[in-house]
């Protein structure tokens, strides 16, 4: 029997994570959207509290421990790291998007170390905040493009990167950059491995912070790697250019973390959707979940619409999130939770502004601001058009060459 129940475990966890989205972050939405760049240190505390819990995962963060894929050994069926940090992840983005993004230690550079790290990479970096830099001016959604590169030197031991990164989230503020980069550009993106850069690397030079239309609270960098030189125990995988296996270690991530990001458009979508019922029945529009959606007004058969989206969305990311934690290959589902989740939540935060009119729109209550900060949750780890790119290849049985 399928239970579409949250499991029992995970309720507290989910209790925790509201509260702290209700009580921390909620109450400094505003301040940190309009002191772009500002840290909210108010977020120290709380990561205190995280790296105190046994679990790093506890409260959702951005899947720093929440992503590594483990046998669970004894053939059944299990809720994991996988399933509680999605779950963390939509309430603390009930909360706010962009101080999700700030929590330290909690990167998506995190995600990738928890992923792929070996056993002695996994403890020299515990503790650390980790960013993540893939994307340059001249690759963004083809990954492959990437420009970066990383010679090897024999006499030092030593990678030495060069190349220029751009849009890296916390890559101000967080302890280290975990940098894609090539060995070899002619051999395609199976010489594309991550490097674990530190921030402090002399060679590792921050450009500029961008200004953004959304999701403010969040730091967001560029870099250029000028003669950067990384100890060779920094690369995360293997070393070896495999053309067989291509691209898959590296991607591989991507299967883990974007059922995070499509959790967090669940989370910002619930907000948009909760303030507008509250909004529409103080004016008088009572959703009534007992009559077809034909027989109510107008508005109130928009917001039921909307409302089967949202959970369409949300049972979506928690599947991509359950077969993670079953080792189950979960790349059409990660892609189609992401491009369901990320649509959805840029659709409904903009419907939601129409339909409370002024006040959706004014910045006495958060519904303008959520509508900025969506659209990033269709954009960051592979855009709409992208994810539905990997779907059809993956229903037609097509390679990457043959359907672009
Ligand atoms: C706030 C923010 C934070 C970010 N954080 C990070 C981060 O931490 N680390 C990181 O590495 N990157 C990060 N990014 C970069 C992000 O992942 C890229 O912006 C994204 O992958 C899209 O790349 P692009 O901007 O170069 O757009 P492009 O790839 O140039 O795409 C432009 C448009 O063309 C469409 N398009 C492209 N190719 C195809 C195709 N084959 N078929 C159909 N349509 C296509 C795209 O969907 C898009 O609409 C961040 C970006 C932003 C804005």
Known sequence: MINLEIPKKFVPLVGQAHQVAEEVF?????????????????????AALIDGMND????????????????NGDGGVRNGSNMSTVLG???????????LLSMPRQGLGNSAIASVANDEQLERFRGKWAAMAITEPEAGSDSAAIRTTAVYDEATGEYVLNGEKIYVTSGERADLVVVWATLDRSLGRAAIKSFVVERSNPGLRLDRLEHKLGIRASDTAAFILDDCRVPRENLLGSPEVDVRRGFAGVMQTFDNTRPLVAGMAVGLT?????????????AGVEVDYDRPAASQSAAAAEYLAMESDYEAARLLTLEAAWMADNSKPNSLQASMAKAKAGRTCVDVALRCVRLCGSLGYGEELLLEKWARDAKILDLFEGTQQIQLLIIARQLLGKSSAELK
Request: proline share 3%; net charge negative.
């Open 89 to 99: 992840i939509i309430e603390l983005c009930w909360g706010d998007v962009g101080l």
């Open 26 to 46: 909620r109450p400094i939405s505003r301040k940190y959207d309009a002191g772009e760049h500002e840290y909210p240190k108010e977020l120290d505390m709380l």
């Open 270 to 282: 619930r907000a948009c959707l909760e303030l507008t019922q509250r909004l529409l029945a103080e």
């Open 56 to 71: 790093g995962s506890d409260l959702g963060g951005a899947g720093a421990a929440g992503v590594r894929r483990t046998d």
